[in-house]
């Protein structure tokens, strides 16, 4: 039997359907704006006559970004940091989470070993102990270097083992009668269960690596190694004249700081646009019952 809605229901939905609606264009029309800037010359970007469209339709920034081999030779050492940083990250993050998860009656070590880990969030060792510490290890100037320090990340540490502590127990118990050990337990029964929150934790890991640039310029001391983020910064921001040159005149002359910031930001925000709706819908589900603590 069917219930028609009533007058009152009626209201919040549409009230909410509205509100959803301006919030959502809230989030969007800037991205719009920024797009609509970087496709439009330099004189009507500089003059704010860009709103949502084009104005004076030209692509010299982004010419200007991917015209270069060393943008190209930038976006492949972001590619392989991505790639080398959320293996290494995801891996130790599963395994480091998994004993953290068991009781202590199981693992007697596993309260001191939560507390390293959190004073690791309150406590920092500061900037110049920790450049000291990669150069002893011989890492400048290599792609490990932008890899290794950030790793073990201590917050998505904490998301998954929550995680971990909401499966049931009967689980591992079951798998132990059969004969599995921790390590088949883990791979076979654990991982595959928390792919929420490994969704999560990855796209926490992949958008961080993506977005970071300010190790990129302490720790290559050789622009050949700087990751996107690194060098679009020099280019754009700082529009360095080592890139300034007779054959790019004519695009920079289309081009204002406007509009090179516009590509800038669009540039690195759309692969994150891409990834980010194919794990939504784990998104959610991992950072509710990640953050739950029984």
């Known amino acids: 039997m069917e219930h028609k809605a009533s007058l009152g229901r009626k209201a919040f939905l549409l009230s909410n359907s509205v509100f959803l609606f301006v919030l959502s264009a809230l989030c969007l029309l800037p991205l719009v704006h920024i797009l609509a800037v970087s496709f439009s010359s330099g004189s009507a970007?500089?003059?704010?006559?860009?709103?949502?469209?084009?104005?004076?339709?030209?692509?010299?920034?982004?010419?200007?970004?991917?015209?270069?081999?060393?943008?190209?030779?930038a976006f492949e050492v972001t590619i392989k940091r991505v790639i080398l940083g959320t293996a290494a990250s995801m891996f130790l993050?599963?395994?480091?989470?998994?004993?953290?998860?068991?009781?202590?009656?199981?693992?007697?070590?596993?309260?001191p070993y939560v507390w390293l880990f959190v004073l690791t969030i309150l406590f920092n060792g500061g900037l110049i102990p920790w450049?000291?510490?990669?150069?002893?290890?011989?890492?400048?100037?290599?792609?490990?270097?932008?890899?290794?320090?950030?790793?073990?990340?201590?917050?998505?540490?904490?998301?998954?083992?929550?995680?971990?502590?909401?499966?049931?127990?009967?689980?591992?118990?079951?798998?132990?009668?059969?004969?599995?050990?921790?390590?088949?337990t883990l791979w076979q029964i654990y991982v595959p269960l928390a792919m929420p929150a490994l969704a999560t934790t990855g796209l926490f890991t992949i958008v961080t690596h993506w977005n970071s640039?300010?190790?990129?310029?302490?720790?290559?001391?050789?622009?050949?190694?700087y990751p996107l983020?690194?060098?679009?910064?020099?280019?754009?921001?700082?529009?360095?004249?080592?890139?300034?040159?007779?054959?790019?005149?004519?695009?920079?002359?289309?081009?204002?700081?406007?509009?090179?910031?516009a590509a800038q930001i669009f540039v690195a925000a759309f692969p994150i646009l891409v990834i980010y709706p194919l794990l939504q819908r784990f998104f959610i589900k991992g950072i509710v019952m990640g953050s739950v603590k029984e």
């Open 45 to 73: 970007a500089s003059a704010g006559q860009v709103s949502f469209w084009p104005i004076h339709f030209t692509t010299a920034a982004y010419e200007n970004v991917f015209g270069k081999p060393e943008y190209l030779r």
């Open 229 to 261: 983020q690194t060098f679009l910064q020099t280019i754009i921001i700082k529009l360095d004249s080592r890139y300034l040159n007779a054959k790019n005149a004519e695009l920079i002359a289309q081009m204002s700081d406007r509009t090179s910031k």
């Open 93 to 111: 993050t599963i395994v480091t989470a998994y004993p953290l998860s068991k009781d202590p009656r199981q693992f007697r070590m596993r309260t």
């Open 131 to 184: 450049y000291m510490t990669i150069k002893t290890l011989g890492l400048i100037d290599s792609i490990w270097a932008l890899v290794l320090p950030g790793a073990l990340n201590v917050f998505n540490i904490i998301l998954l083992l929550n995680f971990y502590r909401n499966l049931p127990k009967e689980l591992e118990e079951s798998a132990r009668i059969d004969g599995a050990g921790s390590w088949r």
């Open 213 to 225: 640039w300010f190790d990129g310029m302490l720790l290559m001391n050789s622009p050949d190694g």
